[in-house]
Structures are given as structure tokens and as C-alpha cells.
């Protein structure tokens, strides 16, 4: 695809359900982020994927998150039993590599009720 | 802990006013400092900067960056209603891994 690519873009779910939510990079980008941006908040770094390299999950909030990413193209961001402060705007973004700018999905909006 | 700081959060201008929009920074490992652009979902990327005192100009947005000094700044000349968005600034620093610091944004208003 042209750009990258997230889904679903908006996604309700009750407290205490699982969600997942899928990131689909520019082809041949090696790189992958997932950030968190919430009302009025800067973006929020969760977990990096670099080509074969372990993932850097230093960011992740709690255990309730893990993120994959498989055969270094699409990754899939998992919650487990969904807070209402995990409501957030959850952007990904992926880059050719190290030092080179992102490029950003349009995001998926969580809302937990 | 490394930060990035932008100021003002806020800006309300007026069509054809020049606004300066700046973002400071305190890193270990600094490579490369970057401007984004956020109007309603996907942050567009505008500049990346990595030396000091060269000029990044695209059309009316340009933008420097002061290694010494640990900041940016982001120009936007003669403005115009579509340059009404969120304004990001991101640090590149490494520590093991390469991590984008982003500040909390500037939010511009253009009124016309």
C-alpha cells in the first residue's frame, strides 16, 4: 500500500475486554513504533520493532499490553481486560530505519466504557 | 530523563501573520531533531534537522535548529487557514535503541 495502514479506525469495547489493533507498514520500512496519544497529551512511545532485533518494549504502560509484530511486516497491539485510561488514540508509524522520519497510520480511537 | 518542550501550546493568529513556534530539548544521545504536522489523525512529517544553523525551507514553513543551544524553530510566514493544526517536534536519541521523543505539540489557530 501507499501508506500505512491501521484497523479498524474506531473501536468501543467495554471494560475488561480484550482489544487488537493492526498495523499494516510501508512496505520494505524495517522500523515499526506504536505510540499513544491521548486529549491533549504528546505521544506516547509503547514498543519499537527493528527488522529481526528483539522489540524494545521499554514503553508499554503495564503487562495488559504486548505487541507482535510477524514476519517483519504487519504488527497487531493487544490490551487485556481494557481500563478506562486506556481510552487513547493508538498511532503507529514505521520508517526505512534507524534515524529516518516516521511515517504515521491515521490511527485507531479506543474507547473503553 | 530526556525531554523535549514545546512552546507556546496555543496560538491563535490572524490570516497573513508570521508565527515562530519553538521546541527545546534535553537528551543523552541526540541524532536528529524532526517537524511534524497534525491537522485531525496522521502526523505529515515537514522537516528533520541534524546540523546546526542550516535552513529547512519548504515553501512558507521553514525551520533551524541550535545544537548549542538545544532547540528549534519552526517559521511559518503569510499564514493561511489550512496551516491551522497541531505542530509536533520530535527528538531522535539513542540509548541501545533509537526512541522519537515527541513534545505535547503546539495547537495553531489561523483565523481568517
Known amino acids: 500500500g501507499a501508506g500505512v495502514s491501521q484497523s479498524p479506525s474506531n473501536k468501543v469495547t467495554e471494560k475488561g475486554k480484550d482489544v487488537e489493533l493492526r498495523c499494516d507498514p510501508i512496505s520494505g520500512h524495517t522500523a515499526l513504533y506504536w505510540y499513544r496519544q491521548s486529549l491533549g497529551q504528546g505521544l506516547e512511545f509503547l514498543i519499537y520493532?527493528?527488522?529481526?532485533?528483539?522489540?524494545?518494549k521499554s514503553g508499554l504502560p503495564s503487562d495488559r499490553f504486548s505487541a507482535e509484530r510477524t514476519g517483519g511486516s504487519v504488527s497487531t497491539l493487544t490490551i487485556q481486560r481494557t481500563q478506562q485510561e486506556d481510552s487513547a488514540v493508538y498511532l503507529c508509524a514505521s520508517s526505512w530505519g534507524n534515524n529516518s522520519p516516521l511515517h504515521f497510520g491515521n490511527g485507531t480511537r479506543l474507547t473503553v466504557t | 530523563e530526556d525531554k523535549v518542550v514545546q512552546s507556546p501550546l496555543s496560538l491563535v493568529v490572524h490570516e497573513g501573520d508570521t508565527v515562530t513556534l519553538n521546541c527545546s530539548y534535553e537528551v543523552t544521545n541526540f541524532r536528529s531533531l524532526l517537524w511534524y504536522k497534525q491537522e485531525k489523525k496522521a502526523p505529515t512529517f515537514l522537516f528533520m534537522l541534524?546540523?546546526?544553523?542550516i535552513e529547512k525551507k519548504s515553501g512558507r514553513l521553514s525551520s533551524i535548529l541550535d545544537k548549542k543551544e538545544l532547540f528549534s524553530i519552526l517559521n511559518i510566514t503569510a499564514t493561511q487557514t489550512g496551516d491551522s493544526a497541531i505542530y509536533l517536534c520530535?527528538?531522535?536519541?539513542?540509548?541501545?535503541?533509537?526512541?522519537?521523543?515527541f513534545g505535547t505539540g503546539t495547537r495553531l489557530k489561523v483565523l481568517a
Open positions: 541534524t546540523s546546526s544553523g
Open positions: 520530535a527528538v531522535v536519541t539513542t540509548s541501545g535503541t533509537y526512541k522519537y521523543i
Open positions: 520493532f527493528q527488522g529481526n532485533s528483539a522489540p524494545d
